[in-house]
Nanobody, 128 residues
Framework: QLQFVESGGGLVQSGGSLRLSCAAS????????IGWFRQAPGKEREGVSC????????NYVDSVKGRFTISRDVAKKRVYLQMNSLEPEDTAVYYC?????????????????????WGQGTQVTVSS
């Protein structure tokens, strides 16, 4: 199973920004679609964003469109999630994983790939 290590979370005020980083553990992630997911207290884990292996295609859940940007650095073998204009509703543990982004349309949910696995995640807390 493909596993990643997430970092970059923290406590930030509403309207602030954070950049999350996702590093592959023991393998080269260049050929995989990677997604960011989050799980808020008492809620199911949801797909937030995903990026194709080439970086040419991205997708976002409606609630973060225009605020979050996913990117990948092939040389550094990392995937990032730049989060701007953070809201208290963004408070969650954020995870990255190999993903299945379906047809990359707005209607396609972002799911973890069958061969993906969850890491420890990184906590993001947004205060009002």
């Amino acid at each position: 199973q493909l596993q990643f290590v997430e970092s970059g979370g923290g406590l930030v005020q509403s309207g602030g920004s954070l950049r999350l980083s996702c590093a592959a553990s023991g393998f080269t992630p260049d050929y995989y679609v990677i997604g960011w997911f989050r799980q808020a207290p008492g809620k199911e884990r949801e797909g937030v964003s995903c990026i194709s292996a080439s970086g040419a295609m991205t997708n976002y859940v409606d609630s973060v469109k225009g605020r979050f940007t996913i990117s990948r650095d092939v040389a550094k073998k990392r995937v990032y999630l730049q989060m701007n204009s953070l809201e208290p509703e963004d408070t969650a543990v954020y995870y990255c994983a190999a993903a299945d982004c379906g047809g990359w349309s707005d209607d396609d949910p972002i799911r973890i790939a069958e061969f993906g696995s969850w890491g420890q995640g990184t906590q993001v807390t947004v205060s009002s």
